[in-house]
């Protein structure tokens, strides 16, 4: 009888299963308002606040697994599925933790979306479909224009954005340079790093020292002098590190293809060799 009271028949209990049913496959954060968002391989992401590890909300995103979640500018957040789309989720918090609503689908296809990446500053959205393409989408007023890169022969394994610059890294053992022009928008290929030996799993990237600090005066002067470390890790077991500079020569039909061991001077790109 007390049982029955506590809990009676047409009521339902308002709970956030925490746990994940499948493999974790992306993570990314929101520093400012301290959250964690979560995607999985059960269809799944999940917003977890960082000062109390505590889950304030799960959403059954896509119709397959998710691959990759990010947070983005305008309270947005993108996930991309293998399920072909790319959705975009509004941000709304609550008194009780978040709310997300979404509020676009900017890619429908057949091939699975394995990657995304985000710059803020220009308003920047990256998608990396398992046929080899990058489809790209900037954001005007509140309508989103793009287009779609094509520079690889094998699925694309993951992006990173450095400057106006953007590096996917593919099945196909290499890895493409992108340049975006602030002045119109447009993309094109810059070098492509080769020197795996397997698929390009993952890549990191850091502004060189010279252009950080108390000399980053140097390289402002003009913004397309900035220079990166690359940092790229393979299914081959290496660790290798480039140099890669925003200014470059304008690539030719056939510059964009060259070996990393072979890059003229003036190409932009230098490979530093290995992790040890």
């Known amino acids: 009888m007390v ?47 960082i000062s ?32 072909g789309t790319v959705k975009v989720w509004k941000r709304e918090m609550q008194v009780k933790g978040t709310r997300h609503v979404l509020v676009q689908v900017l890619l429908k296809q057949e091939n699975a979306v394995t990657a995304l990446a985000v710059i803020s500053k220009s308003l920047m959205v990256y998608s990396g479909s398992s046929d080899g393409t990058v489809n790209y989408w900037e954001r005007s007023t509140r309508v989103f224009i793009g287009g779609v890169l094509k520079g690889h022969k094998s699925a694309v394994l993951c992006l990173t954005v ?73 299914l081959d077991k290496s660790v290798k590190v480039w140099r890669v500079s925003e200014k470059m020569d304008e690539p030719s039909a056939s510059s964009g293809w060259e070996s990393s061991s072979s890059m003229r001077e003036g190409s932009g790109a230098w490979s530093l060799g290995d992790l040890e």
């Open 3 to 49: 049982r029955s009271s506590i809990n009676p028949k047409h009521y339902n209990r308002n709970t956030v299963k925490t746990k994940h049913k499948d493999a974790v496959s992306s993570l990314s954060m929101d520093v400012e308002l301290g959250l964690l968002y979560s995607s999985s391989w059960d269809r799944t992401i999940k917003v977890w606040r």
């Open 52 to 83: 109390d590890s505590k889950c304030l909300e799960s959403i059954q995103a896509h119709d397959d697994a998710i691959n990759s979640v990010m947070c983005g500018f305008d309270d947005l957040v993108f996930t991309g599925s293998a399920d």
């Open 162 to 234: 450095a400057g106006n610059m953007l590096l996917s890294g593919s099945a196909d053992k290499n890895i493409c340079v992108w340049r975006r022009e602030p002045s119109d928008g447009s993309h094109h290929c810059l070098t492509v790093l080769t020197g795996h030996m397997g698929p390009v799993k993952c890549l990191a990237v850091e502004e060189e020292v010279a252009c950080r600090g108390k000399e980053a005066k140097a390289c402002m002067v003009n913004e397309g002098d900035r220079k990166w470390i690359i940092y790229s890790g393979s």
